[in-house]
């Protein structure tokens, strides 16, 4: 599975952005597909995830705020935010696992596979 993402970009405090990771081998119906980020000097956290029957989570920080979501016939993976804040600035990544496994329902970083990364800065 190859992830590609993009979307980010540099906005003000207030503003939205969509993410958007296409996937090669699309494996949306059996895999559990997330968005994680890494700010500088903190390590990787989930922000979101949605698994193969489309139950979502999302961490406490953006709960409200950003929305995760799928589109299987296009092979594409999304993330609007929305209400963005200084906070929220760092790479995110896509990332997919094998599906209804503990890491992707408590959003732990050890996924399989991984996209290079979009910048997502807000100010």
């Known amino acids: 599975v190859q992830l590609v993402e993009s979307g980010g970009g540099s906005v003000q405090a207030g503003g939205s952005l969509r993410l958007s990771c296409a996937a090669s081998a699309y494996s949306g119906s059996t895999y559990c597909m997330g968005w994680f980020r890494q700010a500088p000097g903190k390590e990787r956290e989930g922000v979101a995830v949605?698994?193969?029957?489309?139950?979502?989570r999302y961490a406490d920080s953006v709960k409200g705020r950003f929305t995760i979501s799928k589109d299987n016939a296009k092979n594409t993976l999304y993330l609007q935010m929305n209400s963005l804040k200084p906070e929220d600035t760092a790479l995110y990544y896509c990332?997919?696992?094998?599906?209804?496994?503990?890491?992707?329902?408590?959003?732990?970083?050890?996924?399989?596979?991984w996209g290079q990364g979009t910048q997502v800065t807000v100010s």
């Open positions: 949605i698994d193969s029957d489309g139950s979502t």
């Open positions: 990332a997919a696992d094998p599906s209804f496994l503990e890491r992707c329902r408590v959003m732990r970083a050890e996924f399989i596979y």
